[in-house]
Every structure is written in structure tokens, then in C-alpha cells.
């Protein structure tokens, strides 16, 4: 398997501009999380579905973040507009209901917003 | 509620000492317990699970942890530390009753390996 595929690895952006993060699970996973971290506040998650649906959205830090999951192989995470203390690292997580839990992480999209 | 709780938020030892990486955790039911390691630069990789079997878990690299339900504790172990070593290390709690389940991260203790 290729693992959690997150794309694009690094973005550089002005303040104002949209941003679009990207993410495929593992094949047959059930669930996936997008989880964000800084030096200042660590690893945060910031939402996660189940079999596609949105189950919990309170640590979206506001409005300007939205995540859809149109499909079981895609999901997006979306910062409009940008500002620069979304500056950090976003993170793609993907489980099966019968892992017990265990997490299977990308290797994170670096965002810089100047 | 769920929570972790990680003692120090650094730990420097020397190449060859033991290592002890301390978590306490809280949950209402019967959880799932991880430990994972963070390279400078990378991402997450599993280091070992505790899923209610054998409650002292070997996991990857030589690293062990034990799951001690009276201390709701989950402190992670490595008899001699190596250079490879140094890294961050997330504990990690999920209910694991439902799939519905959060799972949540401690606030990373970081490694130092001294040579």
C-alpha cells in the first residue's frame, strides 16, 4: 500500500491567498483526521470523519478553515483567506475501525503564509 | 474525558543509558494506548500499541512500554539509548469503544541523545 498520501508537501503563500491541502487515505480506512502543529501549540486535531461524514469539527480554528470529504479515496482542507499564523504543519491521518485506533499519518504539508 | 498527560517536555540522556519517557493518561472506558516517535522533519510512525492483550507491549526499535491501569499510566521504556534515537515522542489515547472514537495527542516529550 502507498500509505496517506498528502499533497502539496510544501506551500508558500501570500496572506489573503486560498489554500487547498490534499489527502488519500489508505485504501479501506474508515476514518481520517486532519491535525495541525506548531511549536506553539503542538500536534492539534482539527477535524475527523468517519465513513465520509464530518463527526467532529471543534477544533476547526475558525470560519476561514473547511474540510470535505467528498469520497472515501479524497479530502481537502481549505484555509480562505490565509493569514500568517496558519503558518505550520498540517497532517493527514487515516485509520480502520478495526485497528483499534492506530493511525496511519502522511508526511504532512508545510504551509508558509507570508 | 480523554486526556494525556506527558511529564517532561524534554529528556537528554546519554548514548547507551536507559531511557524513560513518562505518560499518564485519563479515559472512561477501557482505552487504546500508542506511543509514537517524530524525526526532525517527518512524520508520525507508531512505535507500539496497547489494545487491552499483554499489558507490557514491545514494540519497534527496541523500545517497551508497560500499561499499569491502577497508575493510569503508560511510560515508555529503552534499555541503552542510541544516537537514532533522538527524536519527539507522542503519547496517545483512543477509547476505542466505537470507531466514532477522538484520538488524542499528548504534548510531545523531545529526546537528546548526548554522545
Known amino acids: 500500500d502507498a500509505g496517506v498520501i498528502q499533497s502539496p508537501r510544501h506551500e508558500v503563500t501570500e496572506m489573503g491567498q486560498e489554500v487547498t491541502l490534499r489527502c488519500k487515505p489508505i485504501?479501506?480506512?474508515?476514518?481520517l483526521f486532519w491535525y495541525r502543529q506548531t511549536m506553539m501549540r503542538g500536534l492539534e486535531l482539527l477535524i475527523y470523519?468517519?465513513?465520509?461524514?464530518?463527526?467532529?469539527d471543534s477544533g476547526m480554528p475558525e470560519d476561514r478553515f473547511s474540510a470535505k470529504m467528498p469520497n472515501a479515496s479524497f479530502s481537502t482542507l481549505k484555509i480562505q483567506p490565509s493569514e500568517p499564523r496558519d503558518s505550520a504543519v498540517y497532517f493527514c491521518?487515516?485509520?480502520?475501525?478495526?485497528?483499534?485506533?492506530?493511525?496511519?499519518f502522511g508526511e504532512g504539508s508545510r504551509l508558509t503564509v507570508l | 474525558a480523554q486526556s494525556v498527560t506527558q511529564l517532561d517536555s524534554h529528556v537528554s540522556v546519554s548514548e547507551g543509558t536507559p531511557v524513560l519517557l513518562r505518560c499518564n493518561y485519563s479515559?472512561?472506558?477501557?482505552?487504546?494506548l500508542f506511543w509514537y516517535v517524530q524525526h526532525p522533519n517527518k512524520g508520525l510512525q507508531l512505535l507500539l500499541k496497547?489494545?487491552?492483550?499483554?499489558?507490557l507491549v514491545k514494540g519497534i526499535n527496541g523500545f517497551e512500554a508497560e500499561f499499569k491501569k491502577s497508575e493510569t499510566s503508560f511510560h515508555l521504556t529503552k534499555p541503552s539509548a542510541h544516537m537514532s534515537d533522538a527524536a519527539e515522542y507522542f503519547c496517545?489515547?483512543?477509547?476505542?469503544?466505537?470507531?466514532?472514537?477522538?484520538?488524542?495527542f499528548g504534548p510531545g516529550t523531545s529526546l537528546s541523545v548526548i554522545p
Open positions: 485504501s479501506g480506512h474508515n476514518s
Open positions: 491521518a487515516s485509520r480502520s475501525d478495526g485497528a483499534y485506533g492506530e493511525l496511519f
Open positions: 479515559s472512561s472506558y477501557s482505552p487504546s
Open positions: 470523519f468517519n465513513n465520509n461524514v464530518p463527526i467532529d
Open positions: 496497547y489494545t487491552s492483550a499483554a499489558t
Open positions: 496517545v489515547v483512543s477509547d476505542g469503544k466505537t470507531s466514532y472514537d477522538k484520538v488524542i
